[in-house]
Each structure stands twice: as structure tokens, then as C-alpha cells.
């Protein structure tokens, strides 16, 4: 299997600008998570997907950021407009329903 | 107060060392607690899982559970140079990690000298 996949793996954008990032999660697993990982707060959980259906959003920041999972084994990561504080390290990981979340690669997010 | 405290460090030990990692939480709901590593510019990866309060051994790795003082440690016997990286203690309240989201410590980084 090759684990979860994440692209683009860098973004560099300006202020302002729509980006847009993307995760296939592993074959079979059910639960879909968005991470965020910065030096001063450290990895937290934005959105997650059971399903397809999102279950729990709390941890998106602002209306500026959107998640979707169109079907098993897709989903997008929307920021509109971007702003430099958005700038950080997005996972996405994926998980069966009993066993621990295994975590894709990342896409380093620099906004200017 | 975060939920999750973890020392940053960088916490430098010689190879062949035993190292200890820690972490304290304050929500008294959570009943599954994870270590993973993480190299430099790499995703997670989980190395130890645990269900509530106890040891559990996997090779060089030995995770241990106190519920009662809400307390969580990793230790690494005869630490080899490519466990270095940052270790994140992660819990999370009902199944195995698998069924919600986790919450984490920010990482404690360890570098074993050669």
C-alpha cells in the first residue's frame, strides 16, 4: 500500500490567493483527519470525516477554511483567501475505525 | 492551561543511553494514550499504543500509563543515532485513536549522540 497520499508536498502563495490542498486517504480506512502542525502550537486537529461525512469541524479556524470528501478516497483542504498566518505543515491522516491514524507526508504551506 | 504539556527540549543523551519522554494531560476523559516519532520534515508515524493505565513493551520501547496522575512516559533502552527525532505523546477519549480526532503534545525533540 502506499500509505497515504498528499499533494502538492510545498505551496508557496501570496495573500489572498485560494489553495486548495489534497489527501487520498488508505484503501479501506473509514475516518479521514485534517492536521495542522505550526512551531507554536503544534499539531491540531482542524476537521474529520467518517465516511465521507464530516463529524466534527470545531478546530477549523475561520469560514476561511472549507473540507470536503466527495467519495472514499478523496479530499480537499480549501483556504479562501489565504493569509500569512495560515503558513504550517497540513496532514492528513487516515485510519480503520479501531486502529490508530496513520499520517500521510504533508504539504508545507508558506504564504506570503 | 493546554490539555496536553510535553517538554520541548532538545532533550541530548549519549548512544546506549535509556531515555525517558513525558507528558501530563488534565482531561481525565482520555483513555487511550499514543507516542509517535516524527523525523524532520516527515509525517508522524505511531510507535506505541496503550488503552488506560499500565505498561506495555515493544522491543527498545516501553510506553507507561498513570491515569491517576495523569501522567504518560516512552522509554528508549539502548538509544541508537536513528532514534533521533521528535517524539509526540497524542490521547484521545473513546476507541482506539481511530474514531476521533487525537490531541497532542507539541513533541519533545531528541537527538542521541554518537
Known amino acids: 500500500d502506499a500509505g497515504v497520499i498528499q499533494s502538492p508536498r510545498h505551496e508557496v502563495t501570496e495573500m489572498g490567493q485560494e489553495v486548495t490542498l489534497r489527501c487520498k486517504p488508505i484503501?479501506?480506512?473509514?475516518?479521514l483527519f485534517w492536521y495542522r502542525q505550526t512551531m507554536m502550537r503544534g499539531l491540531e486537529l482542524l476537521i474529520y470525516f467518517n465516511n465521507n461525512v464530516p463529524i466534527d469541524d470545531s478546530g477549523m479556524p475561520e469560514d476561511r477554511f472549507s473540507a470536503k470528501m466527495p467519495n472514499a478516497s478523496f479530499s480537499t483542504l480549501k483556504i479562501q483567501p489565504s493569509e500569512p498566518r495560515d503558513s504550517a505543515v497540513y496532514f492528513c491522516a487516515s485510519s480503520p475505525v479501531t486502529a490508530s491514524q496513520y499520517f500521510g507526508p504533508g504539504t508545507r504551506l508558506t504564504v506570503l | 492551561q493546554k490539555e496536553v504539556e510535553q517538554d520541548p527540549g532538545p532533550l541530548s543523551v549519549p548512544e546506549g543511553a535509556i531515555v525517558s519522554l513525558n507528558c501530563t494531560y488534565s482531561n481525565s476523559a482520555f483513555q487511550y494514550f499514543m507516542w509517535y516519532r516524527q523525523y524532520s520534515r516527515k509525517g508522524p508515524e505511531l510507535l506505541m499504543y496503550t488503552y488506560s493505565s499500565g505498561n506495555k513493551e515493544d522491543g527498545r520501547f516501553t510506553a507507561q500509563v498513570d491515569k491517576s496522575s495523569k501522567y504518560i512516559s516512552l522509554f528508549i533502552r539502548d538509544s541508537q543515532p536513528s532514534d533521533s527525532a521528535t517524539y509526540l505523546c497524542a490521547m484521545s477519549l473513546y476507541s482506539g485513536g481511530g474514531a476521533d480526532g487525537l490531541t497532542f503534545g507539541k513533541g519533545t525533540h531528541l537527538i542521541i549522540q554518537p
Open positions: 484503501s479501506g480506512h473509514d475516518y
